[in-house]
């Protein structure tokens, strides 16, 4: 499976069967996604237009592109994903693609409950905003890295260029989990076999 990062919480996730897009990226956050993109699936924070979406986005591998953006549980073309529903009609997900499970926090404002962490405990890749207001900043994002265990972690929506919103550099977050000298790559590859032992937090390039 591959990952990529397109900026602040949009991620193009590749794996054998479909393609997977998170939190589309549009014109008032300052950046854009990449001319031409597509996805079999969407999934969003938060309430999307579907027509829009399907407009913008073509499908890779399906007849048209899926859309997801409120809790439930929805398996689509061999993939499996589970919304959770957290407040002011925000959902966080976990998607299993390729005998992985992703977490995936997008716009998280605050602390989830016991019951939604126990929905996340032990994903195999943990995406997770760490910028601070309006997302969870980053003692909060350690806090939770700590409670799911994943053995990814990848951080988002944190202050880059063109964002127009105003966030806390990923070196607040590296800082409070206590990592140094950390390279930002282009892409993650990560399958079953290769999952660390130890955590590891990756930064990912914002290829938007």
């Not at 992703?102 to 998280?108: A, K, N």
């Not at 969870?136 to 799911?148: C, E, H, P, R, Y």
């Amino acid at each position: 499976m591959e990952i990529k990062y397109l900026g602040h919480s949009c991620f193009r996730i590749k794996g054998k069967q479909m393609v997977v897009l998170t939190n589309l990226l549009d014109d008032s956050s300052g950046l854009k996604l990449p001319s031409g993109s597509t996805s079999d699936l969407v999934i969003s924070s938060s309430p999307a237009s579907e027509q829009k979406i399907k407009t913008i986005i073509k499908p890779v591998k399906r007849e048209e592109t899926f859309v997801i953006d409120r809790p439930g549980e929805y398996e689509v073309g061999g993939l499996f994903v589970l919304g959770i529903g957290f407040k002011s009609k925000i959902t966080v997900y976990v998607v299993t693609i390729d005998d992985l499970r992703i977490g995936f926090l997008g716009s998280l404002t605050d602390k989830l409950s016991d019951k939604q962490l126990e929905e996340l405990d032990g994903v195999d890749i943990l995406l997770l905003p760490v910028g601070g207001r309006p997302y969870i900043d980053s003692k909060q994002a350690n806090f939770l890295v700590d409670k799911i265990q994943p053995s990814f972690v990848i951080p988002m929506a944190y202050k880059m260029p063109g964002l127009k919103i105003d966030l806390e550099t990923v070196d607040e977050f590296l800082k409070e989990v206590g990592v140094q000298d950390t390279k930002a790559i282009d892409k993650l590859l990560v399958s079953k076999e290769s999952l660390p032992l130890e955590r590891e937090i990756v930064v990912l390039n914002a290829k938007g």
